[in-house]
């Protein structure tokens, strides 16, 4: 068993959280009603992490965190640390094809095989694909090397689930059994006595795959 320590969102992130939704935490960012019309989004619709216009709305989101965080500092790069190549990998391509930013993705997951990384192309985004966590500093070491520093004019995106919590292949079987539970209660009280436990744990362990 290992102890990777312990933390919270608010101790690197404050309020700069954006659920699922797309609806900020900071209550001085902007509502997705109030982004739409911006982003080219029709009223009352929320896009997938995969679709173009997700990345308009986090592009917006971005810049308008950037101004409250470091006025007079426009956003110059963006940089995403997330868990899966299609999904994290696309929305990366997506928000800075978006905000016009060059950049780099880190997409990581502990594997039980040898250290490795690679460097790969996702619909014109670099991505550090990585089979160790740890190798979020050859990360940083790499972009800077490629002019590319973190610093006060770069935006830096983290993905919650399976990355900031429960890192996928640490402990995101937290992830797994949160969400298992949720719809278990909800499936169950739909179908009441025709619920089968087992097809549905089935069905779940073999849709549950990453990207």
């Known amino acids: 068993m290992q102890s990777y320590g312990r933390s919270s969102l608010d101790e690197f992130l404050g ?101 490795q990384t690679e460097i790969v192309d996702q619909q014109g985004a670099a991505l550090f694909v990585a089979n160790r966590w740890t190798a979020l500093a050859d990360f940083d070491r790499y972009a800077a090397a490629q002019g590319l520093p973190i610093d006060e004019r770069s935006a830096v995106v983290v993905d919650i689930d399976k990355t900031a919590l429960g890192a996928r292949g640490r402990n995101d079987h937290t992830i797994d059994e949160a969400r298992v539970e949720a719809v278990r209660r909800t499936v169950g009280s739909l179908l009441g006595r025709s619920y089968d436990p087992e097809r549905f744990q089935s069905a779940y362990d073999r849709l549950n795959q990453p990207e």
């Open 15 to 115: 309020d700069f959280v954006v659920y699922r939704n797309l609806a900020p935490v900071d209550a001085r960012l902007p509502a997705l009603a109030d982004l739409a019309p911006r982003a080219g989004l029709p009223p009352n619709v929320i896009p997938r992490k995969s679709q173009p216009e997700y990345g308009a709305v986090m592009a917006l989101l971005l810049q308008e965190a950037q101004a409250l965080h470091a006025p007079g500092r426009p956003i110059e790069r963006l940089f995403f640390v997330g868990d899966t190549r299609l999904n994290d990998g696309t929305a990366f391509a997506a928000i800075g094809r978006a905000g016009g930013w060059p950049g780099l993705g880190f997409i990581g997951a502990d594997r039980p095989a040898p250290p």
